[in-house]
């Protein structure tokens, strides 16, 4: 059973234009590629065909990624979350307590998570830990070089 994850619209889209592009221009362009490669000659011997053949395999591999994300997506209603908390969608700004560090960042879906852009994944380990905080409170979140204490400063929905 495939994980359910929530989308902004944004996301949503970017994701379907993808899979719309690998569908329409990426699988026509492979298989143009193993006709070319096939109509060289002997095929147990024609490295260009093999390679064209393991593209079209990691091309299908993608878009069927794709599809089975997009089926278990969900659109969020913002207008129906609970301001007070961190939830998927919230901009949280923090405090590291270890060495007084501010930063701001947005909670979003694993395929949507852009570090240099201030976005996380609500599955990663500090976006698991801050879910369900509130101004005010301390988040102690479990790294892999041990504990991070964050101030949770603001939440906002933007």
Known sequence: ???????????????????DHLR???????????????DKGDLSENAEYDAAKEAQGM??????????????????????????????????????QANGMEMKYKLVAQSEADLKNGKISVDSPIGRGLLGKQKGDVAEIQVPNGIL??????????
């Open 59 to 96: 091309l299908e591999m993608r878009i069927s990624k794709l599809e089975e994300v997009l089926a278990n997506a969900r659109l969020i209603d913002e207008s129906k979350l609970d301001l007070s908390k961190i939830l998927v969608h919230s901009t949280v700004k923090l405090k590291n």
């Open 24 to 38: 329409d221009v990426e699988r026509p362009k492979a298989s143009n590629a193993i006709g070319e490669a096939r």
């Open 1 to 19: 059973m495939s994980k359910v994850s929530y989308y902004s619209p944004e996301g949503l889209k970017k994701l379907r234009e993808e899979l």
């Open 149 to 158: 204490k964050f101030d949770i400063l603001e939440i906002s929905r933007d």
